[in-house]
């Protein structure tokens, strides 16, 4: 059942360090190496994420092989992506972030873990690797048949100003988390500034808010969540600012200084912090706590000491089976660089699902168990935060567009469920594709229920190669407190193949430029929706209003009138579906006439950037 | 960009109904003629779901199109879905139910809605309808260029003893649930009997229960919800019990009475109710509303009557553009027969998406705007029952077994999400696949939370014709909150994937022959739960207990034991992971072993059955 890999040598020069009972097995000298043969030692340095997956399977496939985990912080196979919940006391306990330890990976596995052990150097010559006793400082040296690198990635830090001064923190360990709920417990913490909008920018701003901390967050870009196009995140900056939240974007930190309350709190005044975080724009703003959390760096250092190849990106380079340019050392998780499916472009995608995937395939790999390979990472990702769900799966337009890329896109905005069942919530969807041969490249979705589920069926739709015309058929699960007979990934199916169709011209807000579309002879912006509508939720200024309960008698001698015809009519109505319908009259009545896609919510979310 | 349907001859016998405009404008009798082909005559008989979406997107097609709707009730388009929740009065207003009526048809389509009006007669030759409005009984002939059926389907009502007693009730219209309203409210209703556990009986259990209403439901099967395999269902079962709902399945009506109470309510002693249900097992279920939801029966009796052909199954015959036999006759939804795409089966599958596709396809088709097919039915469909989800999603085992057809299982019981973040809630899947080639089949589960989002995904494998190697390595979304880094669609591919490897040997409970396994010397059965579990949840009787711990140490011992190798391990823990491990460890001690699909959880859930 378990076909041993190839290419293990026989006698290795290094004593069998569990050798026992294989020896009591095998008596002979040639015994032993076939033992040695059999028995493969495999090292893996960081027990987290892909590192304890690849252990477990490795145990699971291969009873014989000695396995340990180095990990240089004190737990294995914590819950790294617990740890804001952690701080907000979302979860209770330290405990609940032991997904393992150590016991757990002796009795299940029989692999040993060496905690607060930090690997300092590989000899791949020799095939051995000098680990550092974090406590003691003492070294041991351990040879490998197979090296497994899983060292995460490294908190981004920058050599500012004040840096070291108390009360900055990152939060990538348990220690780390730890230290920040003591000092919120010892400096009462008041006010908070968060340096950084990814995604554990936001959990943290969400975790001190909850806990009562008010926060300001600083972010060198104009939105947060940087992997997102930027009308999709405007609900989050929404969001945020409806919770307290000030937010400094395009903005970036320049240096920390002590705040005015003095370093033991001495002066207590209104605004007064621990600390002061001073911005590129000169702003500065106090705090009693500061949360650097601006990106993680691939943790290389011990790859690049041993001469292994690195990436453009700066993640260690590996193939589709993880090996890296030296064929018995593997990695894998936030270090490596990893292929995006949808693009081919080799990038950074420091995710929890796909390290553990990689984990799987090396252990895979090493035991000549399959030939798996790791077929790249699509970058499916979830941000919950205050009530609202952004998720996205495959390619942003932003990456499309710095490719160069060939893309078109639709925006709806979709009930998560069916409208006549109570308490039905907007989504805004965006579903990208190629214009080719309409298949699907990306879908980002924001809104409160049922958001990352539709992304994760387009996840599964871009794993397959799926085109907009397999989501306008794709027969998903309907009931009214669930989703509706057209479901939104229909929807947005729909509406994409109509516009590939031509049945259904679509052109976006952000390449449309209302000045010069307005001050034109030749073009009209028409506002289909009802004259109450208009009042109560407003409209693009210059737009004439032709609604659409009206709208075919008002074709009709509109399209008598002297050069209507040699006009274009750009529509809009308030999520799209009216200003299809006014769309294909226009265009029958001989006009032409385009579609703008989202309508005036489309409007509302793009205009900051307008 | 509309290129005209070919095939619509010149010149037609029957006079144009609207044809003022068309001849303002063009004015010579061959031009007219040319009306009539640019013109088409589309009626469409039915104005909910199927027909409706047809009328819509016949419209945005072709704005010159005549369109006429024949709806037999007194509302087109509304939500047939909510109406157990408008009973229920989850759903207060009798107005959100009409998504959509008669006015809004004329203003936005320029459909004409005959409400109350029903298709009585088909002449295909003439290509003629005859509709009766049912309030005057006022007979009409309309000509067609081309007809499209979406009759729906009608409650099977038996002629039982007793069937048409006043408080006897099915709910397929507005009227009929308006009308179970006022029985509830006249009479005062505080038990009823449901008889049918399908879709609508349930959902109409939930409904009764919420209004404080004691129900007792009547099943004729041995479960529930019919569609799905009886081990999925076993937690529908508890939780209609734990609401107080009185189930008795393996038992059908056999006809009704009046009530103790007599139908006047004259006596209200205890268990008294206003009817009483006679079961063919001989029991008296007295209540005060009888809900028959056995089933719904294609309305086949116009198709017939024009001899249309009709299917096996009794539905409707359709081609992939779901043309009936007569070229010039479409038919969609409830009524016609579709092919489910996994088995190739033709059957009925009346379900609300699969009806609005079908009638956008043919607009499509009488449209020549694309020659859209109809790619079949899956089935997928979801549950809401107190707060329990059941989904599924492609052929069932039943229905796999029943076709014969090669397949292979997985059951397992994982978290909605991540089990470190507060709330986590565990789900049962089934996974059905093909043995040979991964691909996969379906998938059931049942659970609290995000149960029809994995469904949902598998729905899209199942599309795109993937396999459980596919599900291993899907990229789905992942935060604490939302899923894990290993979703149960992930864990469901890979428990399938390592079995097909042949890594992972499995067994389900409902082939194992318990009895038959304990008796046999050369067998065991291995429980590798910690002993406090067994004390805590209870074990399989005859189960030797070898705790996953310390089982390294034992198997040293038992693999030396002599005969111990010709012995077959039949393993099981809690939900699966550890028989896993226990598994391999046998195997790699030399040991005949297979793991229990699903563990003791699976085992309590088919116990029932066994």
Known sequence: MLSLSRGIGAARTFPLQRASRAL?????????????????????VGGVAGGASCAARLRRLDEKAEITIFEKGPYVSFANCGLPYYVGEVIKEQSSLLVANAAKFDKWFNVAVKENTEVVSIDRKAKTVVARDVTTGTDTVHPYDYLVL??????????L??????????????????????????????????????????????????RGIECDLVEAMNQVMPPFDPELVEPVHERLRSKGVTLHLGDAVAGFEPGTSGADGSSKEEGAGLLRVLTKSGKKLEADLVLL?????????????????????????????????DPDIFAVGDAVEVKEVVTGEQTLIPLAGPANRQGRIVADVIT???????????????????????????????????????????????????????????????LLFDPKDGR??????????????????VAMAIQKGATVFDLEEAELCYAPQFGSAKDPVNLAGMVAANSLRGTHPLVHWDRVDLG???????????????????????????????????????????????????KKYYIYCQVGLRGYLATRQFLQAGLDAVNISGGFKSFQQVAPKL
Chains 1, 2 share one sequence.
């Open 24 to 44: 009591s097995l095998f008596c002979s000298a040639t015994m032993a190496s076939d033992a040695a043969a059999a028995k493969k030692r495999v090292l893996i």
């Open 150 to 159: 899983s060292p995460g990635g490294n908190a981004v830090r920058p050599p």
């Open 161 to 210: 100003p004040g840096i070291d001064l108390p009360g900055i923190f990152s939060i990538k360990t348990v220690p780390e988390a730890n230290a920040i709920k003591s000092w919120i417990a010892e400096k009462g913490v008041k006010r908070a500034v968060v340096i950084g909008g990814g995604f554990i920018g936001m959990e943290m701003v969400e975790n001190l808010v909850h």
């Open 293 to 325: 959390v601006i990106g993680v760096r691939p943790e290389t250092t011990l790859a690049r000491q041993a001469g292994l190849t690195l990436g453009a990106r700066g993640g260690i380079q590996v193939d589709e089976q993880m090996r890296t340019s």
């Open 368 to 430: 000549g168990n399959e030939p798996s390979r790791f077929r790249g990472s699509q970058g499916s990702s979830v941000l919950g935060l205050f009530g609202l769900t952004l998720a996205g799966t495959g390619a942003s337009e932003k990456t499309l567009k710095r490719l160069g890329l060939s893309y078109d896109k639709v925006y709806l905005h979709a009930n998560n469920h069916a409208g006549y069942y109570p308490g039905a919530r907007q989504m805004d969807l965006k």
């Open 440 to 457: 699907v490249l990306g879908m980002q979705a924001v809104g409160e229920e049922g958001v990352e589920k539709r992304v994760d069926v």
């Open 516 to 566: 010069a579309l307005l001050a034109e002879p030749g073009a009209v912006l028409v506002d289909v929706r009802e004259p109450g509508e208009l009042v109560k939720v407003g409209s693009v200024a210059g737009a004439v209003n032709m609604p659409l309960s009206g709208l075919r008698q008002q074709l009709q001698q509109l399209s008598q009138q002297e050069g209507a015809d040699a």
